[in-house]
């Protein structure tokens, strides 16, 4: 080895080591559908994986990040997120509760709704000739009966705290059979979701309470360790999903329209 080859080896030994987390992005989602945003159920990743999918894929492609997807129960992505086994986490809509498993974009200490992923709505769906009923203001004609929501949902939480009986279920699908039997008296859900679903799965029986509950900003949450490692990082893969959804959100949505029907 002559003297110009150890020089080099030495310099290149000084240089601090390339961190994994620098050029990986872990990212786990949910294995439900939630048409559009990622579509297919299960842990495989389809063809046209969904609008939220594409978007961080594309913030990924921007920043020189190799991204790594993966799916798996909400609950169990919280836990990974927690630990640091995962970076990321979509899409969740901003609930103090959630803060101990990872961060949010925030802006003066609230919910950053400029690097939003998207927003939506929260609808009430009830059976056809139901006493149920919501005015915008106040929930009527629940008596003992609960309303359904998808369980880890944050509706959830909000219906207890406006001292409504709530009940869950797993998926989409079971809230509505439970709707369309009378176990449950009306079902809290993202309008665009519960639309979707309806328009593939009639049911004539079922109607949908055209004010909405609420409308939500929904992130993508990011690990408190890969925020610690890199908070300018952190912030600037924020910062670029929020323009990526302003400019590619149409066309998105577009192109996923026909596979929603």
């Known amino acids: 080895m002559t003297r110009w080859t150890l020089l080099v080896t030495a310099a290149l030994a000084l240089l601090p080591a390339s961190p994994v987390w620098a050029q990986k992005l872990r990212v786990a989602y949910s294995d439900i559908e939630v048409a559009p945003y990622q579509m297919g159920s299960g842990t495989d990743m389809p063809y046209a994986p969904g609008l939220v999918v594409e ?17 798996a129960p909400q609950l169990r992505s919280f836990r990974r997120l927690q630990s640091g ?38 609808v009430l769906y009830r059976l056809k000739g139901s006493p149920f009923n919501w005015d915008g203001r106040a929930v009527s004609g629940l008596g003992d009966g609960a309303i359904g929501f998808n369980s880890t949902f944050s509706i959830g939480a909000e219906l207890n705290r406006k ?25 809290a859900m993202q309008e ?24 939500k900003a929904y992130y993508l949450m990011l690990s408190h360790q890969f925020v610690a ?33």
Do not use: C
């Open 163 to 187: 001292g409504l009986k709530a009940e869950d279920a797993k998926t989409t699908e079971q809230n509505f059979q439970k709707l369309s039997k009378g176990r449950i008296q009306g079902y």
């Open 85 to 122: 086994d995962i970076d990321a986490t979509f899409a969740y809509s901003y609930a103090p509760e959630r803060l101990h498993y990872g961060r949010y974009p925030l802006k003066d200490g609230k919910p950053d709704e400029s690097a939003r992923v998207f927003s939506q709505s929260y």
């Open 229 to 261: 490692q890199d908070p300018e990082r952190a912030e600037r893969l924020w910062a670029k999903l929020g323009k990526l959804r302003q400019d590619k959100a149409p066309e998105l949505l577009r192109k996923y329209a026909p596979l929603t029907q």
């Open 192 to 215: 665009l979701v519960g639309d979707n679903y309806l328009s593939t799965h009639p049911m004539p029986e079922v109607e949908k309470i055209a004010i909405p509950l609420e409308t």
């Open 55 to 71: 978007l961080v894929q594309m913030v990924a492609q921007e920043m020189g990040l190799t991204v790594v997807f993966e799916r």
